[in-house]
């Protein structure tokens, strides 16, 4: 299994950016999958997370508003469309995956099987 996550980059407060996560070797599409982030010296923390149909997602209350999950089932890839960034942003952001059923979905690292290399954000003020 492989989840190659790309999309990060050096931005301005207030930028916008897309992160993607492209899955292979793995049932996608029977798969929660979830962005988190660690910033350097801190815990890593959930971002977003999203349910193997993509009915239902969940955020972090410091992103709520401003990021949004969706995935494509048929091309194996999560996306974290994130707007308005702001300085606290700056993390490396990973994405993860674990096989579930319909309408599941954790919020902890813990409970996740595969991860990606992570794609660093920065975000300057």
């Known amino acids: 299994v492989q989840l190659q996550a790309s999309g990060g980059g050096l931005v301005q407060a207030g930028d916008s950016l897309r992160l993607s996560c492209a899955a292979s070797?793995?049932?996608?599409?029977?798969?929660?999958m979830a962005w988190f982030r660690q910033a350097p010296g801190k815990e890593r923390e959930i971002v977003a997370a999203?349910?193997?149909?993509?009915?239902?997602?969940d955020y972090v209350d410091s992103v709520k508003g401003r990021f949004r999950i969706s995935r494509d089932n048929a091309k194996n890839t999560v996306y974290l469309q994130m707007n308005s960034l702001k300085s606290e942003d700056t993390a490396t952001y990973y994405c993860?995956?674990?096989?579930?059923?319909?309408?599941?979905?954790?919020?902890?690292?813990?409970?996740?099987?595969?991860w990606g290399q992570g794609t660093l954000v920065t975000v300057s003020s």
């Open positions: 993860a995956a674990r096989g579930t059923i319909s309408g599941v979905y954790f919020t902890a690292a813990r409970d996740y099987t595969y």
């Open positions: 070797g793995l049932a996608f599409s029977g798969s929660c």
């Open positions: 999203i349910t193997r149909g993509g009915t239902i997602r």
